[in-house]
């Protein structure tokens, strides 16, 4: 139907569209003053929807409607007589990458005053966006600023005191309720560890409320992880025989056997795993297992050694070595029991 109408009024259609949409009504007057057969332009809504999309375009790009940009949209639905379904579609499809960018032009100072807000609000209305929308986006903004600090904090693998304390003043400045908001799951952990170290370099010693292994009345259980106790078992794998026997002839076919053999077993060395909790204590150092268990009193700890995915423990001569299914733990196991080390000797 447009199609055949277009056809009869081309050379308006290609006069508006070549003029960037501008001066639409002085074409459609131009127009009608020329042709004896006038331009309706109610029988011409298509082109009135691409007359009100390329204007509002225009007008939100900078994030503002004025009073005399919103009385040129509103005489453009007027002319064709645009169907409101019509222009809320278009709507949709700007208002929220431009609401967007109004939030995030008014928090680059990391801020949101009450007239901001109000100003995101009214510009958000225009556009049909709902209050509970506006109110999303601009958490969603700001939480994406903090993450943002986050990941320049974490960056050198560091979360000084200073460093923290500036997020914590920035999270608050922002709005942002850190146990509630939903922060990237992996920065968030990351962060925290880094956090965790840092306090642990300042001689921090950690406490767990409800311990799993079995502690004395007296003893205190500052860190406890899942681990495997790696260690060297010997497995007989079968049996080879040893002969010492010597043939004598005694005559043309017949001949006798001396001496003895026996059968020795083959043996090999294999590492295996014994999964438990490993935990430090102000006494010293647990591993609690069904099977089989150990504690060595920090006067007994010779040494330790802390190596990517576990920790050797150097008991007499001989070494216990615990394996962590957290690798990344293994650094704060070490700042853990080097720290009750010097709280307790």
């Not at 099977?291 to 423990?313: E, K, N, R, V, W």
């Amino acid at each position: 139907m447009f199609k055949k109408l277009f056809s009869s009024h081309t050379q308006l259609v290609e006069d508006i569209r070549n003029d960037n949409y501008n001066n639409w009504e002085s074409h459609f007057n131009n127009y009608n003053n020329t042709n004896s057969k006038k331009a309706d332009p109610v029988k011409l809504q298509s082109l009135g929807l691409e007359i009100y999309e390329k204007h509002l375009q225009d007008v939100i790009h900078d994030y503002a409607i004025t009073d005399d940009e919103k009385k040129g949209l509103t005489k453009i639905i007027a002319y064709f007589q645009l169907p409101d379904s019509a222009i809320n579609s278009i709507k949709s499809k700007y208002a929220k990458n431009a609401v967007t960018g109004l939030s995030k032009q008014k928090l680059a100072d990391n801020h949101l005053s009450e007239d901001e807000i109000a100003e995101i609000g009214l510009f958000a209305k225009e556009l049909n966006i709902s209050e509970d929308e506006v109110t999303r986006i601009n958490q969603q903004n700001a939480l994406e600023l903090y993450e943002s600090a986050v990941k320049d904090v974490i960056s050198d693998q560091q979360a000084t005191a200073e460093e923290q304390q500036t997020l914590k003043q920035l999270a608050q400045t922002l709005g942002i309720d850190i146990r509630q908001a939903s922060i990237d799951k992996r920065l968030k952990e990351d962060y925290y560890y880094l956090v965790l170290l840092n306090a642990l370099e300042q001689g921090y010693l950690p406490q767990c409320k409800q311990p799993t292994i079995t502690i004395q009345n007296d003893e205190v259980a500052y860190w406890e992880i899942s681990s495997n106790f790696v260690f060297a078992r010997t497995n007989n794998t079968g049996y080879f025989s040893q002969s010492s026997r010597q043939g004598l002839r005694a005559a043309k076919g017949v001949s006798y056997q001396l001496g003895s053999s026996r059968n020795s077993p083959i043996r090999e060395h294999i590492l295996d795993n014994l999964p438990g909790v490993f935990a430090i204590t102000n006494k010293g150092v647990v591993f609690a297992a069904r099977q089989q268990s150990f504690s060595i009193p920090y006067t007994q700890l010779h040494a330790f050694d802390t190596y990517t995915d576990g920790i050797g423990l150097q008991k007499s001569n001989t070494e216990l070595l615990l394996q962590f299914y957290d690798k990344q733990m293994s650094e704060v196991i070490f700042k853990v029991l080097t720290n009750a080390i010097n709280a307790h000797s």
